[in-house]
């Protein structure tokens, strides 16, 4: 090695100076450089893709802020121009004027406390549930599962401990949305799960009926299903029986996405590997204590942004109630928007602009919150 | 029981698994089919007692309604039959329609996602993180009620040349009359389609051969394209274009799009292309990186590692949850009865309120629903097991 | 396949021949303590909710004196309301008890849709609504014209009737909901918004310009509007109609909500006396208690003051008694005797 290392003329011995990077490949130039300017082509498409979204972002602050309306008592206020020659924008006082019952729909107002209650110990146990720090999941998620509902039924509908009756066909706006979508995705978890567990079941009949299910339920669109729960489900039932209408969506949401939640939950389950269940069978558990004891911990654990997913989209069909004529969060801002009294193009474009807004902080927040858990949750398996 | 003890299981009778397999299935079907038989019972008594008659022989029946656009000749004095056939078709035009521009604009901000340029890869992710959070239905009625009821009445229509108007009635255009002579265009398109498959398949087989490329795509081009345009010239042009004409209320002649159509369309496509950019997006990334450099390596250009080595993969992972978001697009439509393009389920609507038939008509509505999922999924199984062959 | 196979368990399940027994609706209504009337979403003077969700229009005061008649208060009933699309299927699944929602008798809804019409409350056609500035003075003219209505209904076959009879085009653009035609109607989607008459006048008061719209003169269907109630039941079928006969018999004995205890006091006529109550056992017949009327009269008044608080020219829909007045007044509102 040392005869060959001879024949070399020069061998460096020290470090070369380290050199500074380029100037334009560092700092803000540098940056614009790399990421916005690197071809004539791109550079091109950046001022264009950038001009057009700075020119729509304006336009939007301009229409809501600018020249938003904010005070007013009908529509009048809306469509009188606050300055000579200056178009009227959003109309917040309509927004203000018709808040509460957006948020309650025609639930009465002496009542609406009863909705605020539920709201806090809902979203104090869903912050329990979803804080990976606070302990004893398990109690808060049977809180959650089976307690909630026994509460919500108690303080909303009422009828009990003293507390007014509230027929369903008051409710109305966020409150019913979240309503629909809590229950829908609450009473489809386990529905799911079974139906999970009997797609991979080694009996064929039962295997071969979950397949249908599932499949006929994935197959069919849900406002079909809404026509279905809203029109055919009371003709299912022996005669001088009834459902309440709200009940009846439910069932139908419920039933719907119980088969989306089957195929998250099998996805799950498929990802156990094999050897857990052979260890679990050879300690002697049967099937039942095998699955709820061994895979369906792991499986639901390995589901959960799946799950969160199917709820996001879940609270994102809920927008089709209004049209088998529930006055969710969008029917009622529609509605509102309709009233004789504040009717005028700038409201509707207020109203839907405020639904967007918070369907989108609520998905996109979710969302996040499930990436979130994907990734924390993935931590664990890596091997 | 007198058998030889040590032979004879010690699960007892009810513990044996075959037993108990066969016993839950006994029960599951007696379950089913007394749920079945209850719930059939009870339709049947009560639509007894509201006098209403099942079966499907309504459909014979005069409508008695109008439609709003029919694809096929309509008119109030056909059967519920053709009013069901006008809406499904209705909704075979928006889902085919969407379904394509929903594949172009996927596949366009899901390239765009994975651009080296902030903005364009930014922008893109804007689109897709504002128009997947935000409900169909919602973006559906902005479209329709405030993006397409802002634009002017008829009479001060958007207009280019006389030729294109775009006003809250909708977008007016020229329509295109054929001549018989047109069918030796067609002709030459169908000739030109034939050609072109085996002439791709002649070359491939050669390049496998001997490794001689020969310019497949740009002859396809010429045959598909160029043949019936030289075609098309060549026996005089035999087309003629009726043009729109504002007379009265409305436009006259030409060719109509709905605003109804417009909107529902516009909303399918985006809101189902922010999800196919992100199939196709992971579809990229799903294949590593590794691939691109031995593809370099072998001394392959960008353009043809991209179309030779990353997409023939890429779209293997890309397939099959594009299947399930054609059929999500498909399913949708039916949204289409909120802002009263008349769809299979409004017109289904519009039949069950004349009729009060809603057993018939919901079961028609799912199986029809069921039938077009069915078809969609076993035809991209199929184009799926196709592109598997690329593997090997 | 699938159909094939129900409709089989559809006919096996016939061939068994299980008969439904008929529920009492007016047992369950008692039981319940409030009456659930079916209503519109939202149209003057017949069904229209205000900012607190309290109800005013003529079909509205009919379920206040249906209640009224039942349990003594006006107050005692639930709205539910419904578009046209839901309307049927809610009487008939039970959701609602009684149907009053501007709802047109027909044959058909009378023998197949399991339903039957308990009277005319409101004697009605359809006609048309046009922007003045489109100088329109006949539906004749209306060839080539985009048309909003709403789906589900007799006003869409009637429209398709006439344009038919009268070799006209025309574009239906339809919707489930009413606020959603009114809406494509103001925006421009379509230049006629048709519907029956007194519903025209109601809507238009909605629009931000009313003074730009014009209802035309043609009528070109008969729609009488009444309260629907489940068929086979005829105890609930004949609460309705006498109730709906009693406020036309007190107008036309003179009996209004301010004088009716006077005239039970102090009338010597035997119809008044039978009507209120104060002879025979009319009441009972019907199911509820003798002095019905006197309710009934205190939860809303006689036919004509009902008539007159929502919809008579004192209101802002102005609209005349015309063929609404009494027999007695040349119109035709005409109830049998209680005797």
Redesign the interface.
């Known amino acids: 090695m040392t005869q060959t290392r001879n024949n070399i003329a020069f061998v460096r011995t020290a470090d070369a100076p380290l050199l500074p990077a380029p100037r334009n490949m560092t700092g803000v130039v540098g940056w614009m450089r790399?990421?916005?300017f690197?071809t004539p082509l791109?550079a091109l498409?950046?001022v264009l893709?950038?001009g057009f979204?700075i020119w729509q972002i304006w336009g939007v602050i301009d229409w809501a802020l600018v020249r938003g309306v904010f005070f007013g008592e009908d529509?009048e206020a809306c469509?009188t121009p606050p300055r000579e020659g200056v178009q009227p924008g959003a109309c917040w006082a309509f927004i203000g004027a018709k808040f509460h019952q957006f948020i309650y729909g025609?639930y009465p107002?002496e009542e609406r406390w009863r909705v605020d209650v539920l709201a806090v110990v809902f979203a104090g146990l869903l912050a329990a549930l979803a804080v990976p720090r606070v302990p004893y999941k398990l109690y808060t998620g049977i809180t959650f599962v089976f307690g909630l509902p026994i509460l919500a039924e108690i303080l909303l509908y009422g009828g009990t401990f003293g507390l007014a009756a509230v027929?369903t066909?008051?409710w109305g706006g966020l409150l019913l949305t979240m309503v629909v979508a809590v229950s829908g995705i609450v009473l489809s978890l386990p529905l799911g799960v079974l139906l999970a567990l009997g797609r991979r079941s080694?009996?064929?009949?039962?295997r071969y009926?979950c397949i249908a299910f599932i499949e006929?339920w994935?197959?069919?669109?849900?406002?079909?299903v809404l026509?279905?729960a809203?029109?055919?489900l009371?003709?299912?039932?022996?005669?001088?029986m009834?459902t309440d209408?709200m009940l009846r969506i439910i069932i139908g949401v419920a039933l719907f996405s119980s088969a989306y939640m089957a195929e998250t939950v099998r996805g799950g389950l498929q990802a156990i590997p094999k050897g857990q269940y052979e260890a679990a069978k050879a300690l002697g558990l049967g099937y039942w204590r095998m699955t709820l004891l061994i895979i369906l911990p792991q499986a639901l654990k390995i589901v959960i942004p799946g799950i969160v997913n199917t709820f996001?989209s879940l609270f994102?069909?809920t927008?089709?109630v209004?049209?088998?004529?529930l006055f969710d969060f969008?029917g009622i801002i529609?509605?509102g928007a309709?009233d004789?009294k504040w009717?005028?193009?700038e409201t509707?474009?207020s109203g839907?602009f405020v639904?967007?807004l918070v369907?989108?902080a609520f998905?996109?927040s979710v969302?996040r919150y499930s990436i979130h858990m994907e990734r924390r949750l993935a931590t664990g398996h890596r091997r | 029981m007198t058998t030889v003890p040590g032979s004879q299981s010690r699960t007892s009778f009810w513990r044996h698994p075959t037993v108990r397999s066969v016993g839950v299935q006994l029960f599951m079907v007696i379950a089913v089919v007394w749920f079945v038989v209850f719930v059939t019972d009870n339709t049947i008594n009560n639509m007894k007692a509201r006098n209403l008659a099942p079966g499907f022989s309504f459909l014979n029946d005069t409508a008695g309604f109008d439609i709003l656009q029919a694809l096929i000749p309509y008119s109030r004095g056909s059967t519920y039959a053709t009013a069901f056939v006008v809406g499904l078709l209705n909704t075979l035009l928006v889902a085919v329609l969407g379904i394509i521009t929903a594949t172009i604009l996927g596949f366009l901000v899901g390239v765009m996602r994975l651009s080296r340029n902030w903005v364009i890869r930014s922008s893109a992710t804007l689109y897709v993180e504002f128009v997947r959070n935000v409900p169909l239905l919602l973006q559906m009625f902005i479209w329709y009620k405030t993006v397409l009821k802002a634009l002017p009445a008829p009479r001060d229509s958007l207009r280019y040349d006389d030729m294109f108007f775009l006003s809250n009635r909708g977008l007016m255009s020229p329509k295109p009359l054929f001549e018989p002579a047109a069918l030796w265009t067609l002709a030459a398109l169908t000739v030109g389609i034939i050609a072109t498959f085996f002439i791709t398949r002649w070359a491939r087989k050669r390049q496998e051969r001997t490794g001689e490329i020969f310019p497949a795509f740009l002859t396809s081009l010429g045959l598909i394209i160029a043949l019936p345009i030289v075609v098309f010239s060549a026996s005089g042009l035999p087309v003629r274009f009726e043009y729109p004409v504002l007379q009265g209320f409305n436009f006259v002649g030409g060719l109509a799009i709905i605003p109804e159509f417009m909107a529902l369309y516009l909303a399918l496509s985006i809101y189902t292309a922010a999800f196919i950019s992100e199939i196709v997006r992971a579809g990229v990334l799903a294949v590593s990186h590794g691939q691109t450099e031995a593809a370099h390596a072998l001394g392959l250009r960008h353009g043809p590692t991209l179309r030779l080595i990353i997409i023939p993969q890429a779209m293997r992972v890309i397939i099959p949850p594009l299947a399930s978001q054609y059929l999500n697009l498909t399913k949708n439509s039916s949204l289409a009865v909120a802002i009263g393009y008349p769809d299979f389920v409004y017109t289904g609507g519009t039949i069950l309120n004349q009729t009060g038939q809603a057993v018939t008509i919901v079961l028609i509505w799912m199986g029809v629903y069921l039938s077009l999922s069915l078809l969609t999924s076993s035809f991209m199984n199929w184009f799926n097991s196709r592109m598997k062959l690329v593997e090997r | 396949m699938k159909l094939k196979l129900l409709s089989a368990v559809i006919g096996t399940a016939l061939t068994m021949g299980v008969a439904g027994a008929s529920a009492a609706t007016l047992d369950d209504v008692k039981a319940r303590g409030t009456l659930k009337c079916g209503v519109s979403q939202g149209l003057i003077g017949f069904s229209n909710p205000d900012e607190q969700n309290n109800w005013t229009g003529l079909d509205v005061d009919f379920c206040r004196a249906v209640a009224a008649a039942i349990f003594g208060d006006g107050k005692k009933v639930e709205f539910v309301p419904l578009d046209a699309t839901q309307r049927f299927e809610a009487l008939k699944s039970g959701e609602v008890d009684v149907l009053s929602r501007n709802t047109t008798w027909t044959m058909s809804r009378d023998t197949t849709g399991g339903m039957t019409f308990a009277g005319v409350t409101y004697y009605d056609g359809q006609g048309f609504m046009v922007k003045k500035s489109l100088g329109v003075d006949s539906a004749l003219k209306l060839n080539g014209a985009s048309v909003c209505t709403q789906t589900g209904t007799t006003t869409e076959l009637n429209l398709a009737d006439y344009f038919r009879a009268n070799n006209m085009t025309y574009q239906v653009v339809a919707f489930q909901k009413n606020e959603e035609v009114l809406a494509a109607y103001n925006e421009g989607r379509c230049d006629v918004y048709t519907t029956d008459q007194s519903g025209l006048y109601a809507e238009r008061l909605k629009l931000p310009d009313v003074e730009n719209h014009v209802v035309l003169p043609e009528i070109i269907s008969k729609e009488p509007l009444g309260p629907v109630v489940r068929q086979n039941d005829t105890q609930w079928f004949n609460l309705v109609r006498w109730t709906y006969y009693a406020l036309l018999t007190a107008e036309e004995l003179g009996v209004t909500q301010a004088n009716s205890a006077e005239q039970l006091a102090s009338s010597t006529n035997p119809e008044v006396a039978r009507l209120l109550g104060k002879e025979g056992d009319f009441g009972k017949g019907l199911g509820v208690e003798n002095d019905w009327v006197m309710k009934i009269l205190a939860a809303t008044g006689n036919y004509g003051e009902i008539f007159d608080r929502n919809v008579g020219e004192a209101t802002k829909l102005g609209i005349k008694r015309g063929v609404n007045s009494l027999w007695k007044s040349g119109g035709l509102q005409y109830a049998p005797p209680i005797r």
């Open positions: 790399e990421n916005l690197p791109n498409a950046s893709i950038g979204l529509r469509i025609f107002f027929d066909n008051k080694e009996m064929p009949i039962v009926f006929i994935r197959g069919v669109p849900l406002i079909t026509f279905m809203s029109i055919m009371p003709l299912f039932l022996p005669q001088g009834n209408k996001i994102k069909d927008t089709l209004l049209v088998v004529g969008l529609q509605a309709a004789q009717v005028s193009a509707a474009r839907y639904a967007a369907y989108w998905c996109f969302s």
